[in-house]
């Protein structure tokens, strides 16, 4: 594999103002080098809000449109997720979005029951593997990086492959709980033999919560790219194929994964 070139832009969010965070974010991608990943925070077009009626936009709405422009302008695949309607259901939407127009997403599987986010939104049911220069990507939200069987990874005996190389949370996560963060990053990333990368948010938002941000980078053996930074950011990290192989090569646990199924 290539090396790997990722953006996390830490910042601020407007509350419940689209066009000024789509402003914002957009002059900061305009502003970093190039890259072959973005990542957004969680809800980065409103912050984290339970509000989905008012909020929540079509598939082919404003953002969706916006995040569009910005992965075929700036060349990078473009990572975040907002409120998206369908039908009668409202979800906190991942997109994937490449520079080609190409999308996938990722619907959020544990919805944080503190907030009545689980009275709002409906539940994720699939895990979404994305390719991006040969690296297998994961890409959750939030609350998920608590559960470790949702984003445990798998080997392939067939394949002789892992499910994926690069397991990313994006997230709201108050600053109250922010020991939490730090340390289940790199449980993720110990434990799935992978990069894990996780971009938060920073600032107050319309409820009063506060973020510190703590976006970092973890390699495989668990450890930090960077010291936490908790004011806003953009950072440019290189993940190394190499460096990836050669570890899963000469500490191969994946052989003594545990096998299982998730039944939605």
Not at 18 to 44: G, Q, R, Y
Not at 71 to 91: K, L, N, W
Not at 125 to 137: A, E, P, S
Request: charge should be negative.
């Amino acid at each position: 594999m290539q090396d790997l070139h990722v953006t996390l832009i830490q910042s601020e969010v407007h509350w419940h103002k689209v066009d000024a965070n789509l402003a914002s974010f957009e002059e900061k991608i305009w502003h970093t080098e190039a890259s072959d990943i973005i990542l957004l925070p969680e809800m980065f077009n409103t912050g984290f809000s339970t509000k989905a009626k008012p909020f929540a936009e079509k598939m082919n709405g404003k953002t969706f449109k916006w995040m569009r422009n910005m992965a075929e302008q700036s060349q990078a695949v473009i990572i975040g997720s907002y409120m998206v309607s369908e039908r009668t259901e409202y979800f906190n939407r991942l997109f994937f979005m490449h520079p080609s127009g190409k999308y996938t997403y990722y619907d959020k599987r544990h919805l944080f029951r503190m907030t009545h986010e689980d009275e709002y939104f409906t539940s994720g049911k699939d895990i979404v593997i994305n390719k991006v220069k040969g690296w297998n990507i994961n890409a959750m939200i939030c609350y998920d990086l608590r559960f470790p069987v949702w984003s445990r990874n798998k080997y392939d005996k067939e394949k002789d492959a892992l499910l994926y190389d690069v397991l990313i949370y994006i997230a709201n996560w108050p600053a109250t709980r922010v020991t939490a963060w730090d340390i289940l990053l790199k449980a993720r990333a110990v434990e799935n033999m992978c990069y894990v990368i996780g971009l938060n948010r920073v600032g107050m938002d319309g409820n009063g919560i506060l973020y510190n941000g703590h976006s970092n980078v973890i390699d495989p053996k668990g450890r930090a790219f960077e010291e936490a930074v908790e004011d806003e950011c953009v950072r440019r990290h290189t993940l190394s194929g190499s460096e990836l192989a050669s570890y899963r090569e000469n500490f191969p646990t994946y052989l003594d994964f545990d096998s299982f199924e998730i039944k939605n």
